[in-house]
């Protein structure tokens, strides 16, 4: 008899999100016609930009003519668009090669698959309240996980400690859940930490786009030495609204070498054995959110969302209620008041004010007594919330 992968019985079993659609449906029914003031959403709720869909239309009337048809891609991405993500990281003045450059379907496809060039007696560090993705990828491979708590006491942006065994370390800046950003002094320990010890960092930089602050790094390869202990992943799901078209790209510099491995290409050799790359279509639709004009449009949908988030954090100060996240990140971490758990704030705001949003115990032991908002909803709806949310909270 074939034996499965006896690690999927360690998984604890993902009840955040079904919880959360449980208690709402419940209350849904309880309540017939109730309308609930959506929170707790991780996707986005505008389209994707004009220069996008004009990509997008041009790409589908290539594959109709014979002489501009595409079939099979390169695995590793489309050149036009490797180089494309290369010139955005060149503006930032980070400079890489477009081979350095692999185009993917999403950051969730590549957190799972960049496993494979790990030995699985490596050890994961996690910081948490963190992305549950990170830690069941790694329990799926049968690795052993650290868990490393972070607080208000270090503005969720724990620092790298000598006592600390890991081999691969989970970095998320912009964070979700917390809203945190890393500064450049915070994330270089990090780089300095990894350099030493052998260690890789995986960073997730699905949120970059959502700094606005001048001076904190978007990318982790702003650090000096990054590119000898880093890989970063990267989306355009939040960045440009791309959450069901899927497409992402993951940045392995060729410096990048353990055990006398070179893990560029390492990946390469992982790409072309494993897929088949992404659809012409989609690199095209990709391409043009790199253009100048693409980049003006997936700003002004981000300022939307940006206005959420001040409506939000408005709010907020205007209670006395601590919180983090929001100005430089799509989500609002908030210290849940009267010291409720996070779980009883959820049941609160939702049958006193039908609001919903994600309880913070979800996203490891260290998020409870914490509740995050996220901005992605509509402006309408946000505001009433907030509305909701400052008559409810008001002493
Ligand atoms: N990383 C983080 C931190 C996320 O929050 C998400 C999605 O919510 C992802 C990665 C996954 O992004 P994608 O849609 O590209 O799979």
Same mark, same amino acid.
């Given at each position: 008899?074939? /034996? ?24 849904? +029914? ?69 081979? +350095? ?30 992305? @549950? ?43 979700? @859940? ?41 990318? /982790?390869?702003?650090? +000096? ?15 440009? $609204? ?5 497409? $992402? ?10 055990? $006398?491995?070179?893990?560029? +290409? ?14 012409? /279509? ?74 919903? $949003? ?38």
């Amino acid at each position: 008899m074939i /034996i499965p992968n006896m690690h999927y019985a360690d998984l604890k079993e993902s009840y955040l999100f079904y919880n959360i659609a449980q208690k709402t449906k419940a209350y849904v +029914e309880a309540h017939p016609g109730t309308h609930l003031y959506r929170m707790g959403i991780g996707d986005v709720s505008l389209p994707l930009c004009d220069a996008v869909i004009q990509a997008l239309h041009e790409a589908v009337e290539d594959q109709a003519e014979k002489e501009r048809f595409h079939g099979y891609m390169p695995e590793t991405g489309a050149p036009f668009l490797r180089e494309a993500i290369a010139g955005y990281y060149g503006e930032r003045g980070v400079s890489l090669s477009p081979d +350095e450059v692999f185009v993917s379907s999403g950051a969730s496809d590549e957190l799972g698959d960049i496993l494979d060039l790990f030995d699985r007696d490596s050890a994961a560090l996690v910081i948490e309240p963190a992305y @549950p993705a990170y830690v069941d990828a790694n329990v799926m491979a049968g690795r052993k996980i650290v868990h490393l708590a972070s607080g208000e006491e270090n503005g969720f942006l724990p620092a790298p400690d000598d006592r600390l065994e890991a081999d691969l370390l989970y970095i998320c800046s912009p964070n979700n @859940p917390t809203g945190a950003v890393f500064r450049r002094e915070q994330l270089q320990a990090w780089v300095d930490y990894a350099n030493k010890t052998g260690a890789v960092i995986l960073f997730d930089a699905a949120y970059e786009a959502f700094i606005e602050e001048e001076g904190l790094p978007h990318s /982790i390869f702003e650090l +000096e030495g990054a590119e000898t202990c880093a890989i970063e992943i990267c989306s355009l799901s939040k960045t440009a $609204g791309f959450t069901g078209t899927r497409l $992402g790209y993951t940045v392995i510099p060729k410096a990048l070498v353990r055990g $006398g491995m070179n893990l560029n +290409e390492m990946w390469v050799r992982n790409r072309t054995t494993k897929t088949n790359g992404v659809s012409y /279509i989609i690199q095209k639709g990709g391409a043009a959110v790199f253009t100048p004009e693409g980049q003006k449009q997936i700003h002004a949908n981000i300022q939307v969302y940006k206005k959420n988030a001040a409506c939000l954090m408005e709010t907020l100060d205007a209670l006395g209620i601590w919180y983090c996240g929001g100005k430089n990140a799509p989500y609002i971490w908030m210290k849940c008041p009267d010291g409720m758990t996070s779980w009883e704030f959820f049941d609160y705001l939702l049958h006193e004010i039908q609001v919903v $949003g994600t309880p913070g115990e979800g996203f490891g032991a260290c998020g409870e007594g914490y509740f995050r908002f996220s901005t992605f909803g509509s402006v309408e709806d946000t505001k009433e919330a907030a509305r909701r949310l400052a008559k409810l909270l008001k002493k």
